[in-house]
């Protein structure tokens, strides 16, 4: 009879062993980044800055977690093009130049940490 309760107990952390490391339960920061890699990817695609700006960042899309990319021109309000990121790397939203784009930022993306900035 003792053994049912360890038995049970064993499946269930069997099961979140294989189930458990698929779930990312946190977001990227400053000092996490290296232990994303698609987060690196997009550091590394940023470059050296020119005349633009540009910063991985995290965020929030209403009230989910995100990550994406600024890009700055100083003389202007800033632009923003490309997607947006879930904490495990999926694109969940691709973000044009168009002006309703352009208001979903605005309206609804927020900054809460800088990433990476090329300076």
């Known amino acids: 009879m003792k053994i049912l309760p360890i038995l049970f107990l064993t499946l269930i952390l069997a099961g979140c062993e294989n189930d458990c490391d698929d779930k990312v339960t946190t977001c990227p920061t400053p000092e996490t980044m290296e232990e994303f890699p698609w987060v690196m990817e997009l550091v590394d695609e940023m470059g050296e800055c020119?005349?633009?700006?540009?910063a991985v960042v995290r965020g929030k899309l209403d009230s989910s977690d995100i990550v994406y990319t600024i890009m700055n021109d100083p003389q202007c309000d800033g632009i923003f093009t490309g997607p947006l990121y879930d904490c495990r790397g999926n694109i969940i939203r691709t973000i044009s130049v168009s002006e309703t784009d352009q208001e979903i930022i605005r309206n609804h993306v927020s900054?809460?940490?800088?990433?990476?900035?090329c300076r």
Do not use: F, K, N, P
């Open 111 to 117: 900054v809460d940490i800088i990433l990476r900035q």
């Open 50 to 54: 020119g005349e633009w700006m540009t």
